[in-house]
T-cell receptor, first 113, second 113 residues
Framework: QQQVKQSPQSLIVQKGGISIINCAYENTAFDYFPWYQQFPGKGPALLIAIRPDVSEKKEGRFTISFNKSAKQFSLHIMDSQPGDSATYFC????????????FGSGTQLTVLP | DTEVTQTPKHLVMGMTNKKSLKCEQHMGHRAMYWYKQKAKKPPELMFVYSYEKLSINESVPSRFSPECPNSSLLNLHLHALQPEDSALYLC????????????FGQGTRLTVV
């Protein structure tokens, strides 16, 4: 019930291309869906987040698409840059739960110059 | 200021040593967290503090001892660790323990020899 499945495990994209990472969740009570970006040796940084009352949220080159009925959400990185090369984690949160976030397994993104 | 500061950045300790990890935030957040992250894996929740009181201990071995001296500080005392405890230890904070927007520190890279 608490699992969040993330795919793909790794992704290689050419500079300027679109990177797409997908996540699926099971617990319909989740009400907060963030994406974190993590560079090697650094802590995860909150990139963008969405709540289930909207289907899409865009911040710069980063867009979250959310499909409540399918229990899926995805991160789209437009015009991908080599500096975007990092590990991306999706997560799902449950307001009212002190356990905070359930993380996906992570996607290692490499953007080739 | 959305910064969570962790010290030290790197730590090497022997199995008989006692050491402490420190975390500080000045965002007025009242919930603080310790996570453990192994290579290529998502963060795993260890402890949750809410209003300086331990709220959740995710069955962490007693060789890890958390402490929250005040609302801005969080420590993790380490004693008699094992090599398998080597990992990136992350501190995070949020407005409250039921608020899902979490901000992570840079982490302490711990190596147990």
């Amino acid at each position: 019930q608490q699992q969040v499945k993330q795919s793909p495990q790794s992704l290689i994209v050419q500079k300027g291309g679109i990177s797409i990472i997908n996540c699926a969740y099971e617990n319909t009570a989740f009400d907060y869906f963030p994406w974190y970006q993590q560079f090697p040796g650094k802590g995860p940084a909150l990139l963008i987040a969405i709540r289930p009352d909207v289907s899409e949220k865009k911040e710069g080159r980063f867009t979250i698409s959310f499909n409540k009925s399918a229990k899926q959400f995805s991160l789209h990185i437009m015009d991908s840059q080599p500096g975007d090369s990092a590990t991306y984690f999706c997560a799902a949160g449950l307001s009212g739960s002190a356990r905070q976030l359930t993380f996906g397994s992570g996607t290692q993104l490499t953007v080739l110059p | 200021d959305t910064e969570v500061t962790q010290t030290p950045k790197h730590l090497v300790m022997g199995m008989t040593n006692k050491k402490s990890l420190k975390c500080e935030q000045h965002m007025g957040h009242r919930a603080m967290y310790w996570y453990k992250q192994k290579a290529k894996k998502p963060p795993e929740l260890m402890f949750v503090y809410s209003y300086e009181k331990l709220s959740i201990n995710e069955s962490v071995p007693s060789r890890f001892s958390p402490e929250c001296p005040n609302s801005s500080l969080l420590n993790l005392h380490l004693h008699a660790l094992q090599p398998e405890d080597s990992a990136l230890y992350l501190c995070a904070s949020s407005r409250g323990q039921f608020n899902t927007e979490a901000f992570f520190g840079q982490g302490t890279r711990l190596t147990v020899v």
